[in-house]
């Protein structure tokens, strides 16, 4: 499973990296994933909103087996 997510996040990074951040896989518990979020990302307002609504949705559209994105 941590493949699929890794490659679930491959998709996302450029998006992240054009605002300058980016978003690293930490650990994957289970069906939670853990991710930090780095650069411009690492304490931007947005960030929360970023975690759910864009790195979430996506990983869990790739990699159904995903219950939360959660940061770290």
Sequence with gaps: MREKVEKALEKIRPMLQRDGGSVELVDVEG????????????????????????????????VPEVSEVVAV
């Design 31 to 62: 069906s939670v994933v853990k991710v930090r979020l780095t650069g411009a990302c690492h304490g931007c307002p947005m960030s929360q909103m970023t975690l759910k609504a864009g790195i979430e949705r996506i990983v869990k559209q790739e």
